[in-house]
């Protein structure tokens, strides 16, 4: 298995440039998480599905669509990048849709807005 | 502000040493509660977790102990070796929802 896994790995955009962040899940896991991570702050949660089919706000989801693809794929999407978005930006995933279970995370795309 | 936090931002331990990473959270709901240690260009990996209806967990070389009382969790890695050199991250949740609130981290460092 390869877990969960994102693409790209790095990415500089400029200012309004739109891309799409990817990522996928090989653990048949029902409910997935986009993360950003910045500097000296904890992760914070931007957007979350918790099953196929669903999609909910996280703390900071403003500037950010999400799409869940397939019970595999679930992708972020920036329309108009600022340079606030500069971040690092983690996917997640967990087998279960409610409570408390283990999330296991990508490696982590590097964005840069300039 | 936040509900989840770290005393220190950084410790530094010598290898062979027990280290001691700790954690404050401020919501008495939350039931779960996890460690995760991130090396540097890396994703979170977890490490262990721990319910609220227990006070001791323990892994292979690290134990998470809780304390509700006084809303407390540590992480003790025993043996310390340079390869525990990461960043440390706990995290809640409160149970009644799938999302979980993160520390900031601390700076774990074993120097040789």
């Known amino acids: 298995n390869a877990g969960v896994t994102q693409t790209p790995k790095f990415q500089v955009l400029k200012t309004g440039q739109s891309m799409t962040l990817q990522c996928a899940q090989d653990?048949?896991?029902?409910?997935m998480y986009w993360y950003r991570q910045d500097p000296g702050m904890g992760l914070r949660l931007i957007y979350y599905?918790?099953?196929?089919?669903?999609?909910d706000k996280g703390e900071v989801p403003n500037g950010y669509n999400v799409s869940r693809l397939n019970k595999r794929e679930f992708s972020l999407r920036l329309e108009s990048a600022a340079p606030s978005q500069t971040s690092v930006y983690f996917c997640?995933?967990?087998?279960?849709?409610?409570?408390?279970?283990?999330?296991?995370f990508g490696p982590g795309t590097r964005l840069t807005v300039l | 502000g936040e509900s989840v936090g770290l005393h220190l931002p950084t410790l530094s331990v010598q290898e062979g040493d027990n280290s001691i990473i700790n954690c404050a959270y401020s919501?008495?709901?939350?039931?779960?509660f996890i460690w995760y240690k991130q090396e540097s260009g890396k994703g979170p990996q977890f490490i262990i977790d721990?319910?609220?209806?227990?006070d001791k967990r323990q892994g292979q070389r690290v134990t998470v102990l809780l304390n509700k009382t006084v809303k407390h969790l540590s992480l003790q890695i025993a043996a310390t070796q340079p390869g525990d050199s990461a960043v440390y991250f706990c995290?809640?949740?409160?149970?009644?929802?799938?999302?979980?609130?993160f520390g900031k981290g601390t700076l774990l460092t074993v120097n040789p």
């Open positions: 653990m048949n896991h029902n409910s």
């Open positions: 599905s918790a099953s196929e089919g669903t999609t």
């Open positions: 997640a995933s967990t087998p279960g849709v409610w409570g408390t279970d283990t999330q296991y």
């Open positions: 721990i319910r609220s209806n227990m």
């Open positions: 919501n008495s709901a939350s039931d779960y």
């Open positions: 995290a809640e949740n409160k149970g009644s929802n799938y999302k979980l609130t």
